[in-house]
């Protein structure tokens, strides 16, 4: 695990999030894959869904 994390105390809200890459992949190189990875975020979190 990573010695820089950034942790957001918000009730009910993820302590933080950590991505696994197999060979640490850079799967967010591209801008429209990363937005989609946030608007999916967002959908979770609007409808209270849990991952």
């Known amino acids: 695990m990573t010695q820089?994390?950034?942790r957001?105390?918000?009730f009910r809200q993820?302590?933080?999030l950590a991505f696994g890459c197999y060979y640490r992949q850079p799967y967010?190189?591209?801008p429209?894959?990363?937005e989609?990875?946030?608007s999916s975020l967002?959908?979770?979190r609007r409808f209270s869904?849990?991952?």
Request: net charge positive.
């Open 8 to 10: 957001f105390h918000v």
């Open 28 to 30: 967010f190189r591209s």
């Open 4 to 6: 820089v994390l950034r």
């Open 36 to 38: 989609l990875f946030l």
């Open 49 to 51: 869904v849990c991952v």
């Open 42 to 44: 967002e959908v979770r």
């Open 14 to 16: 993820s302590h933080f």
């Open 32 to 34: 429209d894959t990363y």
